[in-house]
């Protein structure tokens, strides 16, 4: 059995917008503990954080590490999750705040809890607001009405992936698609082109999808614009674009499936 070590870490969300999406449980790790590191893009969240954190340190300029030959995201959030767990072994309770949940499209809020687990020290994670519980509330759609399937946009585009169009589809980082170099922060039309091709085999391109942004403060807007999937490569895009697909055909019935319940059902009655 692992001997448990003296440093902590906790890897919290502030959620998308913070203001009012912050639970009270992770607010108090980021007051009470030694350090604060923090992967937080919006200017405003790293303010507060700055200002309530005993120590605070920002980690997004660890991405300029891509502009190095040989070096990409991957090594980026290696070195991220690295400079985390190196204030851990030094004994400290640590803080990692990441914006929405930092669970999801976190990779390093990952790798640092299973490494500090596997050094002996206690890690965990405590939920956040993420974009798609924003994206339920702005768009006002119901996972459970049709089911629901999500995937990262190079991912969909890269693996043999089996799409069903009676679902809800949501598809990440559309903003970043076709990128195999792990080295940019944007697309091209061209690599939108071929997502919609790919697309294209389950939906028509005059099918009607949306273009979702959480507002991540006061002063922004969210955005939901709605555009035929065919026009999507002209479509102007950011990092953290959503592409949001509502579904294109009608649930269909499994008749055996529910003459076999109806059977269990008179069997139970009987």
Known sequence: MIQKQAGKLV???????????LTPLSKS????????????????????????????????????????????????????????LHE??????VCAAFYGHPGIFACISHMAIADARAEGFAAHMEPGI?????LV???????????????????????????????LFVIWQIGI???LTLKRFDTEPAHLQIIVDKLARSYSLDHEVILYEAATHALEQTRAEKIRLGDLPQASLKQHTTLVIPAAEKLQYDANVIAQLQDLERLRVA
């Open 130 to 134: 993420s974009a798609l519980d924003c």
């Open 88 to 93: 851990v072994r030094a004994g400290k309770r």
């Open 137 to 167: 509330a702005d768009l006002g759609i119901d996972p459970g009405s049709t089911g629901m399937q999500s995937m990262e946009a190079t991912q969909f585009m890269i693996f043999q992936r089996v799409v069903d169009p009676t679902a």
């Open 11 to 21: 890897c919290v969300g502030t959620g998308m917008r913070m203001a009012g999406q």
């Open 29 to 84: 790790y980021i007051e009470s503990f030694d350090i604060v590191f923090a992967a937080v893009p919006n200017i405003f969240t790293r303010e507060w954080l700055k200002g309530v954190a005993k120590e605070f340190v920002c980690i997004l300029d660890h991405y300029e590490d891509t502009k190095i030959d040989g070096k990409t995201r991957r090594d980026t959030y290696r070195r991220m999750a690295d400079t985390i």
């Open 177 to 179: 698609c076709g990128d």
